[in-house]
Nanobody
Framework: QVQLVESGGGLVQPGGSLRLSCAASGRVFSINAMGWYRQAPGKQRELVATITSGGRPNYADSVKGRFTISRDNAKNTVYLQINSLKPEDTAVYYC????????????WGKGTLVTVSS
């Protein structure tokens, strides 16, 4: 069994910052890409950012310059630093990771809620 557990969400005022974390645990042989997605109320889940096993990031245009993805391979953990938060960033943020031994399998966390409101 593999689990992804997110943390760090909460209520923050516009312009504020948060740092999300996601740790993989269980039968984690190897992790390929990791990433963050989000789903706002009434909308489809969308890509926020991904990062390769070598540390190369990729961002959605809507978050470039404000969000930073990073990972600690020794801790099987991916982070998302979110700055200059806007009300439209309000969503449930989900962690994703490709984990496997002989082949990659997609795993998802249960999500952490980020609410941006004054």
């Amino acid at each position: 069994q593999v689990q992804l557990v997110e943390s760090g969400g909460g209520l923050v005022q516009p312009g504020g910052s948060l740092r999300l974390s996601c740790a993989a645990s269980g039968r984690v042989f190897s992790i390929n890409a990791m990433g963050w997605y989000r789903q706002a109320p009434g909308k489809q889940r969308e890509l926020v950012a991904t990062i390769t096993s070598g540390g190369r990031p990729n961002y959605a245009d809507s978050v470039k310059g404000r969000f930073t993805i990073s990972r600690d391979n020794a801790k099987n953990t991916v982070y998302l630093q979110i700055n200059s938060l806007k009300p439209e960033d309000t969503a449930v943020y989900y962690c994703n990771a490709e984990i496997g031994d002989l082949g990659w399998v997609d795993y998802w966390g249960k999500g952490t809620l980020v609410t941006v409101s004054s």
